[in-house]
């Protein structure tokens, strides 16, 4: 199984990036696609989760209704549009991959597959 992350990279405040996630031998239909972030000396958060039908998602609360995660499960892709971004977003971010029930989402240690982070840096 692999997770590759892409799009991460250096913005200003109040800026907009896109990540992407290719998600490559797995059966994509079957896992529910995660993002999450660590930033330097903090532990892994919560950033946000998608069902299969992409329809139904949940997001942690320091991105609500700034970020915006989709997937195309035609192309096993998941991204993260993120908008109005904050110094406090610099992390690296993660996609990640998990079956486990919907109401353990949150949780890290419930993912089975990571990809290997793309830094997300924003300069106020």
């Known amino acids: 199984v692999q997770l590759q992350a892409s799009g991460g990279g250096l913005v200003q405040a109040g800026g907009s990036l896109r990540l992407s996630c290719a998600a490559s031998?797995?059966?994509?239909?079957?896992?529910?696609m995660g993002w999450f972030r660590q930033a330097p000396g903090k532990e892994r958060e919560f950033v946000a989760v998608a069902k299969w039908s992409g329809g139904i998602t949940d997001y942690g609360d320091s991105v609500k209704g700034r970020f915006t995660i989709s997937r195309d499960n035609a192309k096993n892709m998941v991204y993260l549009q993120m908008n109005s971004l904050k110094p406090e977003d610099t992390a690296v971010y993660y996609c990640a991959a998990t079956n486990v029930v919907w109401g353990r989402r949150r949780e890290a240690e419930q993912y089975d597959y990571w990809g290997q982070g793309t830094q997300v840096t924003v300069s106020s």
């Open positions: 031998g797995l059966t994509f239909s079957n896992y529910r």
